[in-house]
Structures are given as C-alpha cells and as structure tokens.
Antibody, heavy 126, light 109 residues
Framework: QVQLQESGPGLAKPSQTLSLTCTVSGGSISSGSYFWSWIRQPAGKGLEWIGRISYSGTTNYNPSLKSRVSISVDKSNNQFSLKLTSVTAADTAVYYC??????????????????WGHGTLVTVSS | SSELTQDPAVSVALGQTVRITCQGD??????ASWYQQRPGQAPVLVIF???NRPSGIPDRFSGSRSGNTASLTINGAQAEDEADYYCSSRDISGDHLEVFGGGTKLTVL
C-alpha cells in the first residue's frame, strides 16, 4: 500500500519561500509512469492543482503559480519537494501531495490521483 | 487552460439517487475522476477512468460521461455520503495540465 506524508514548516513569513517535502513509502517513486503532484486547499475553498513531476524529473505547473513554483524529486530518499517563493497570505492553505495515474485508451484519456497524503497546513504570517 | 464547472450544492433525501455533474471542454476527450472529501480529511478517490471504483468504495457510486459533461451518481445515498465532491480531469491541450472543479457540497436529508 502506497503512502504519502507531507512534512515541513507550518509557518512561513510573507515574501519568503515555502518548502515542503513528500515522502513516499510502500512503493518506489521511480516505478511506473506516475506523476507526483502537489495540490492545495485554502480554508473553506476548493482544491487547486499546483504542479507535478515525473520520476525522470519532467515538471509541469499551474500557469497561475508557474513563476513562483518549483518541484523536484529525490529518488534516493523516495521523496519529492515543493518550493513556492514570495509567499503572501493568499498562499495559506492545506497542502497535499498525491500520486497521479494517467493513460489513454481508444482516443479518450484519463488521469486520477489515487494516493494522497494527509495534508499539512501552512500559514503565511509575520 | 480548461475549467471544470460544478454546482456548489446539491441535496438528496436519504436512500434516494443523486447526480452530481461536472462540465468542461476537457471532458470531451478525457474521463473525469471524482473525489469525496469529508470535513478535516484528505480527498478520497471514488471514481476514475470510464467508471471504475477503487477497492473499498461502495458500488452505489458510479460515473458517466456525455459530451462535455461528467456525472457522479450515488444510488441510495447514505448519511455517510454527505461530503464535498470534486471532479478532476486533464486539459486536452498543451501540457495536459490537471484541473479541479470547484466542488459540490452534498447534503443528505
């Protein structure tokens, strides 16, 4: 059973960099054609996809955050990480890491997040 | 990038059938996945691909797609189904980015 666990500071100061790590257990981050993703959710609001990374290091980001986001992978420790620069109060949210599975068949594609971490609250405040 | 639109709130009487919909251009070429989120908990995948349920998800949950609309149907809604439901799919263009709907709050009366 694959498990994901977010870790990192629960508090970030405005204008600084938010850094989180997701540790994957029960499976190798290098196996399969998965994408390892970050998703966030401000209190009382919906889910927002932040970005993803493949085991080979290919990254894609939400255009609304692209200028401030970077995601990296550490295969030796079975982890992937999120960095979000120049944070403001609007970045206060619960941050989730998740595994994305995807494929196409018969001209129709699918994508889904089958494993999620429990989430970690990051508050941006001075 | 594509957007997915969901009704903010839906209600259903206990034991009745409810359909939650998700609209967006990406759904013309992609299946939606559906997530249940109870208060204070992480989202849980309930439907993926054409109409598949992960292990442990009751068979009262089913999914379908027509044109640009995906639907999550709960046949015989139970009290424990009261939750927020989110759809998600992959953008059909460019880098095939992921996108979530705004979520639907399901109330079981």
């Amino acid at each position: 059973q694959v498990q994901l666990q977010e870790s990192g500071p629960g508090l970030a100061k405005p204008s600084q960099t938010l850094s989180l790590t997701c540790t994957v257990s029960g499976g190798s981050i290098s196996s399969g054609s998965y994408f390892w993703s970050w998703i966030r959710q401000p209190a009382g609001k919906g889910l927002e996809w932040i970005g993803r990374i493949s085991y080979s290091g290919t990254t894609n980001y939400n255009p609304s955050l692209k200028s401030r986001v970077s995601i990296s992978v550490d295969k030796s420790n079975n982890q992937f990480s999120l960095k979000l620069t120049s944070v403001t109060a609007a970045d206060t949210a619960v941050y989730y890491c998740a595994r994305a599975n995807w494929g196409c068949s018969g001209g129709v594609c699918f994508s889904f997040f089958d494993y999620w971490g429990h989430g970690t609250l990051v508050t941006v405040s001075s | 990038s594509s957007e997915l639109t969901q009704d903010p709130a839906v209600s259903v009487a206990l034991g009745q059938t409810v359909r939650i919909t998700c609209q967006g251009d990406s759904l013309r070429n992609s299946y939606a996945s559906w997530y249940q989120q109870r208060p204070g908990q992480a989202p849980v995948l309930v439907i993926f691909d054409k109409n598949n349920r992960p292990s442990g998800i009751p068979d009262r949950f089913s999914g379908s797609r027509s044109g640009n609309t995906a639907s999550l149907t709960i046949n015989g809604a139970q009290a424990e189904d009261e939750a927020d439901y989110y759809c998600s799919s992959r953008d059909i263009s460019g880098d095939h980015l992921e996108v979530f709907g705004g979520g639907t709050k399901l109330t079981v009366l």
